[in-house]
């Protein structure tokens, strides 16, 4: 078999949002060739490509949505395979993801967390309307290093400030390295409220992710 051949036909089915050939392709190597080597060489560079390609403008929001449910459905076959042989998919960092109080908005928040989880993140999704006490808990459980936040009208941007203030008053503000982002969100409001960091694009909020984390493990 041709090993590098398949990964180029997975990265160009994932990157064309072609959920049934992806399936198809990766099941026809699952047992042949590491369930991690697929993942980490035929398929991770295409939600990378995606990722960038979104961030510049050259596809789309169904072509995004449609690459991240073809790399769901792989992921599927793929993570209980490498949970049997023993081996754990490489882990950037841990983010716990959700939508502000009041805010039932998810297109966004969904976006970057399958663009987080596909670039190597363990990614707790925690949907929308959550509250900011929700928010740390969950960050608490999981041990995360990262609390992002989404807001997408201005009667529901205050609420990400409301989960720095909890972060504050439980004594818990340094543990976190705390993103917000959202259609209304600006590196302003950003900066106002004291986050940490802030992504215009998904694909943004994943290198701001990244590099804060770096800088933090660094000191």
Known sequence: MDKKGMFRKINKAIMEGEADETVKLVKTIVGEIDPLEVVNEGMTPAMKTVGEKFGSGEIFLPEMLQATEAWNEAMKILKPKILEKGKTLT?????????????????????????????????????????????????????????????????????????IDHLKSTGLRKKYIVLV?????????????????????????????????AERRKK
Request: glycine share 10%; charged share 20%.
């Open 91 to 163: 882990k950037v960092g841990t983010v716990v993801i959700g939508t502000v109080q009041t805010d039932i908005h998810e297109i966004g928040k969904n976006i970057v967390a399958n663009l987080m989880t596909a670039s190597g993140f363990e990614v707790h999704d925690i949907g929308v309307d959550v509250h900011a006490a929700k928010f740390v808990e969950r960050a608490e459980e999981v041990q995360a290093d990262i609390i992002a936040a989404s807001a997408i009208m201005t009667t529901t941007m205050p609420y990400q400030k409301d989960i």
């Open 181 to 213: 982002g959202g259609g209304v969100v600006t590196p302003e409001w950003a900066n106002r409220i004291g986050a940490d960091g802030y992504g215009d694009l998904a694909s943004d909020a994943v290198k701001v992710a990244r590099k804060l984390l």
